[in-house]
T-cell receptor, first 117, second 116 residues
């Protein structure tokens, strides 16, 4: 079984400030981890993914995330927030090869990021 | 990048109507498609997994006779909400995968279903 916990349903930062969105996961097999962004009334856009290669993953729009197995974490960061980053962000986990239900995503509850001037 | 088209984007209809939602992968063959439901201010909940040419696998608690899924080709899956009622109102999102283990899902833009 897998689960994802996103700490903080709302995060507010100033434009230009560091963005940190927290994600912890639980998985009985080596996981694949993803961050998606959702704008209002739209589907999800993939920001980045971890699939057992480099632990520091760089994504689109200046975002990156680091897989820390010892902490079961996959926090999302961006050095400098932009107004256009305001959206809802979802962390997701799936089983990697060998899992009985690989490919199926389990999502966290989401974190709404607000960026103020 | 990979594109998934979902249609319609919004549906408003009367209670008892059946509604069909289409999900198409435009530039790749999607061996697997997923259907999600998202309630307001909540996360996505997987409803079913659809593999081309076979019956969909439904998650626990999802009525297969209520939510009919067809995946007749490598580029098209449909979700039909049969005899829809107000409690079926929600945001439905599909996603498609290339089928390889390390390939991410690509999402459609969702369908806002409102049952009056």
């Amino acid at each position: 079984a897998q689960s994802v916990t996103q700490l903080g349903s709302h995060v507010s930062v100033s434009e230009g400030a560091l963005v940190l969105l927290r994600c912890n996961y639980s998985s009985s097999v080596p996981p694949y981890l993803f961050w998606y962004v959702q704008y209002p009334n739209q589907g999800l856009q993939l920001l980045l993914k971890y699939t057992s290669a480099a632990t520091l993953v760089k994504g689109i729009n200046g975002f990156e995330a680091e897989f820390k197995k010892s902490e079961t974490s996959f926090h999302l960061t961006k050095p400098s927030a932009h107004m256009s980053d305001a959206a809802e962000y979802f962390c997701a986990v799936s089983e990697g090869p060998g899992g009985t239900s690989y490919g199926k995503l389990t999502f966290g509850q989401g974190t709404i990021l607000t960026v103020h001037p | 990048g990979a594109v998934v088209s979902q249609h319609p984007s919004r549906v408003i209809c009367k209670s008892g109507t059946s509604v069909k939602i289409e999900c198409r992968s435009l530039d790749f063959q999607a061996t697997t498609m997923f259907w999600y439901r998202q309630f307001p201010k909540q996360s996505l909940m997987l409803m079913a997994t659809s593999n081309e040419g076979s019956k969909a696998t439904y998650e626990q608690g999802v009525e297969k006779d209520k939510f009919l899924i067809n995946h007749a080709s490598l580029t098209l899956s449909t979700l039909t909400v049969t005899s829809a009622h107000p409690e079926d109102s929600s945001f439905y999102i599909c996603s498609a995968s290339h089928g390889q283990t390390n390939q991410p899902q690509h999402f459609g833009d969702g369908t806002r279903l409102s049952i009056l």
